[in-house]
């Protein structure tokens, strides 16, 4: 009923100012919840993850406005400074959202929030564990992966209704090689428009929230907290397969740092 009021109302709606794209499982939670605290940012109306751009793309400009809140209300309340935005966490791995962003939202600011790919590997395979994506252990699913994604990102670009799931719940590793994915929207957007967020840094100082808001244009402001949310216990990884792992992000991690104009927190 709310989403087909809203897709009714979709041209009094906002469109995002900013897209919260990823990468998963690394804290784009706790950003989601801060950024949505902010007095100036208004959030979907439904639901975080509205996941257009990615898997829900065939339903149309209409069912994705109508995720947003009604531009007249919002902007009364903000004295005219609301900024609307949305957190999809598959936008970042996904082919061909990039491209579907930019052509539908060329003014759009991206927001791509990433962290120690080893780690973020690891607690991906857990969240999809423990939804039921995954029966492996996390060596055996590392690999298979290679075998699992054989192909299918071709294919996503091939066939504009095709949906993986292979893709979206087993990339642990490849969702892990950052700057190649991030460089579709430098492409696409150009580097004025895409904001890196080193998660790492951010919890351990969220102040870079500051830097944050001046370059979405909102005024100063800081949560009273940053909790981390969304977080997941397990057991630690074996240290010998840690290390392989890291190595094995040598050439990715250069690439990033390239692209921040920084070395990534993890690689000090």
Same mark, same amino acid.
């Given at each position: ?123 991906? $395979?857990?969240?999809? &564990?423990? #939804? /039921?994506?995954? =029966? !492996?252990?996390?060596? +055996?699913? %590392?690999? *298979? ?23 979206? $719940?087993?990339?642990? &590793?490849? #969702? /892990?090689?950052? =700057? !190649?994915?991030?460089? +579709?929207? %430098?492409? *696409? ?80």
């Amino acid at each position: 009923m709310a989403l087909a009021w809203g897709m009714a109302t979709s041209r009094f709606r906002m469109r995002p100012d900013f897209i919260v794209v990823g990468a998963q499982r690394s804290g784009t939670t706790t950003l989601f919840r801060v950024l949505s605290e902010h007095p100036d940012v208004v959030r979907p109306t439904l639901s975080k993850g509205i996941g257009y751009f990615d898997v829900n793309y065939a339903k149309g400009p209409r069912w994705y406005r109508g995720h947003f809140p009604l531009a007249l209300p919002a902007r009364l309340r903000t004295r005219g400074r609301a900024r609307a935005f949305e957190s999809s966490g598959y936008y970042l791995f996904h082919p061909l959202a990039p491209e579907r962003i930019a052509r539908d939202l060329p003014e759009v600011r991206i927001v791509v929030m990433v962290r120690d790919p080893v780690e973020r590997a690891y607690s991906a $395979h857990r969240h999809e &564990l423990v #939804r /039921g994506f995954e =029966a !492996e252990p996390f060596e +055996r699913a %590392l690999e *298979l992966e290679p075998e699992r994604l054989e192909g299918e990102e071709d294919r996503l670009r091939r066939e504009a209704d095709y949906q993986s799931y292979q893709h979206r $719940h087993h990339g642990y &590793l490849a #969702r /892990g090689r950052y =700057a !190649e994915q991030i460089q +579709r929207y %430098l492409d *696409l957007l150009g580097p004025e428009r895409v904001y890196i967020i080193d998660a790492d840094a951010f919890f351990e100082d969220p102040s870079e929230l500051s830097d944050l808001f001046d370059w979405l244009g909102l005024a100063p402001w800081l949560p009273d907290e940053v909790g981390q949310h969304n977080a997941q216990a397990r057991t630690p990884m074996d240290e010998g397969l840690r290390q392989r792992l890291r190595d094995g992000f040598a050439d990715a991690d250069l690439a990033l740092a390239a692209q921040m104009g920084r070395t990534p927190h993890w690689r000090r």
